[in-house]
């Protein structure tokens, strides 16, 4: 059974802080790696995804992997009130490449 | 550009009705999915295709069934409907396979089943 883990939370950063969420995964042939943001009672949405073992950066969010540790993290920089959500890790392995998610953590920004 | 419509919004259903969830994608996607979301889990996978005449079983199909006639539709039905089946089912569609490329997700149906 593959497993992505990630704290529940909820996760509370101030305005203008760097928000940091976790996430580790069981599947060492693991492929790709995905964050997907939730917000209440919408349908989730792709913020960033990862392939190769480091760095990657868009805007305010940095992706970063690290295979030999299995886990994967998204930092937000300077976060913002409308950065409040839910955000997904959602791995892929196999050859099919198919997707198992992570339960999510919440994130509250607070003004 | 619509992306990935869902139908309905909402649906209340009792105990052993049955009822067919709708999914249409205007992107030309061949891959396309329908998971669920149990309030504070992640999405689990019931069925996904990748193109029109091809359907497989996800993570939890038990319940469930699909078809795949067009490119365009996937809709989900479910049979003898079950509280256990009570939870938000998402569409979603890929231009590769979901481990290679982005989902794109409908607004959701909120189903629940008394």
């Known amino acids: 059974q593959k497993e992505v883990e990630q704290n529940s939370g909820p996760l509370s950063v101030p305005e203008g802080a760097i928000a940091s969420l976790n996430c580790t995964y069981s599947d060492r042939g693991s492929q790709s790696f995905f964050w997907y943001r939730q917000y209440s009672g919408k349908s989730p949405e792709l913020i960033m995804f990862?392939?190769?073992?480091g760095d990657k950066e868009d805007g305010r969010f940095t992706a970063q992997l690290n295979k030999a540790s299995q886990y994967v993290s998204l930092l937000i920089r300077d976060s913002q009130p409308s950065d409040s959500a839910t955000y997904l890790c959602?791995?892929?392995?196999?050859?099919?490449?198919?997707?198992?998610f992570g339960s999510g953590t919440q994130l509250t920004v607070l003004p | 550009n619509a992306g990935v419509t869902q139908t309905p919004k909402f649906r209340i259903l009792k105990i052993g009705q049955s009822m067919t969830l709708q999914c249409a994608q205007d992107m030309n996607h061949n891959y396309m999915y329908w998971y669920r979301q149990d309030p504070g889990m992640g999405l689990k996978l019931i069925y996904y295709s990748v193109g029109a005449g091809i359907t497989d079983k996800g993570e939890v199909p038990n319940g469930y069934n699909v078809s795949r006639s067009t490119t365009e539709d996937f809709p989900l039905r479910l049979e003898l409907a079950a509280p256990s089946q009570t939870s938000v089912y998402f569409c979603a569609s890929s231009q590769m396979p979901e481990g290679r490329s982005p989902l794109h997700f409908g607004n959701g149906t909120r189903l629940t089943v008394t």
């Open positions: 990862i392939y190769s073992n």
């Open positions: 959602a791995v892929s392995s196999g050859s099919a490449r198919q997707l198992t």
